[in-house]
Structures are given as structure tokens and as C-alpha cells.
């Protein structure tokens, strides 16, 4: 119940987003390291992880009919997709350096989103303060 209230008031959003965009790079970060593990796997298609419906967050949803979805109950979901480019000549669908480059994005906005969390966190120690 109290993160229902949490998001009504809208005091920690910003905080809900970067937890949101933080799980998602974790868990895409978990993708990309398991097709780095299989690269010599024959066959093997590689993964990746995308939002099912990112912008769904961002846009204010109105519920207009008694049968539609309560709008406050739909979060952006991620969905593992496997790639459908590449592949080697033992059928495995890795490369090995464009897998190696999304994982250091993903490290790099993992970073970004830590500093974004603990100038939030701040913030809130600011006003908690008083000051």
C-alpha cells in the first residue's frame, strides 16, 4: 500500500524511474553475459533485453471505460528477444565484439544511474533537514 501512495504523490518518482532503468540494465548486463559464455556454442542464438512498453511510463494514461486496465497498475515489463543477426560458420549467432560493446554500454549507464540515485538521495536528505 505505501508504494501505491508513493507513486500518487509523486515525491519519489524520479527515484522509481532510475530503480526501473537501473533494473533493467542489471538484468540486460545478465543477457549479454550469458551470450559471452555460450560464443563457442554451436547454434547458439544470442539474447538480448528490451522494453516491452518503455514509453507507457512516461505518458499519462486516463482509464475512460470500466473495462479498460487501471493505468496506475501498468509498469513497462522486459522482454529477453533473441538476435536475429550474425552468424558463424558453426550456426552460432554471437558476436563476440558487439556483445562485448552492449555490455560495456550497459556498465557505463549502470554508473550513470548511480550518480543520478545519489544526487536524488541528496536531495531528499536536503528537505528532510530542512534545509
Not at 3 to 31: C, H, I, Q
Not at 54 to 60: A, Q, T
Not at 63 to 70: A, E, G, N, V
Not at 96 to 122: F, H
Given at each position: 500500500?505505501?508504494?501505491?501512495?508513493?507513486?500518487?504523490?509523486?515525491l519519489?518518482?524520479?527515484l522509481?524511474?532510475?530503480?526501473?532503468?537501473?533494473?533493467?540494465?542489471?538484468?540486460?548486463?545478465?543477457v549479454i553475459?550469458?551470450?559471452?559464455?555460450?560464443?563457442?556454442?554451436?547454434n547458439?542464438?544470442a539474447?538480448?533485453?528490451?522494453?516491452?512498453?518503455?514509453l507507457d511510463?512516461?505518458?499519462?494514461?486516463?482509464?475512460?471505460?470500466?473495462?479498460h486496465?487501471?493505468?496506475?497498475?501498468?509498469?513497462?515489463?522486459?522482454?529477453v528477444?533473441?538476435?536475429?543477426?550474425?552468424?558463424?560458420?558453426?550456426?552460432?549467432?554471437?558476436?563476440?565484439?558487439?556483445?562485448?560493446?552492449?555490455l560495456?554500454?550497459?556498465?557505463?549507464?549502470?554508473?550513470?544511474?548511480?550518480?543520478?540515485?545519489?544526487?536524488?538521495i541528496?536531495?531528499?536528505?536536503?528537505?528532510?533537514?530542512?534545509?
Amino acid at each position: 500500500m505505501l508504494f501505491w501512495r508513493r507513486v500518487k504523490l509523486g515525491l519519489f518518482k524520479p527515484l522509481d524511474v532510475l530503480e526501473l532503468g537501473a533494473s533493467y540494465f542489471f538484468r540486460r548486463s545478465e543477457v549479454i553475459q550469458g551470450n559471452i559464455a555460450n560464443a563457442d556454442t554451436p547454434n547458439y542464438r544470442a539474447k538480448d533485453l528490451i522494453f516491452e512498453r518503455e514509453l507507457d511510463s512516461f505518458l499519462p494514461l486516463k482509464k475512460t471505460d470500466p473495462r479498460h486496465i487501471d493505468p496506475q497498475g501498468t509498469f513497462p515489463r522486459f522482454k529477453v528477444v533473441n538476435s536475429p543477426d550474425y552468424s558463424g560458420y558453426d550456426g552460432n549467432k554471437v558476436n563476440l565484439d558487439k556483445e562485448l560493446a552492449k555490455l560495456a554500454e550497459s556498465n557505463l549507464m549502470i554508473r550513470v544511474i548511480n550518480e543520478a540515485l545519489k544526487k536524488e538521495i541528496g536531495k531528499l536528505k536536503l528537505v528532510i533537514q530542512g534545509r
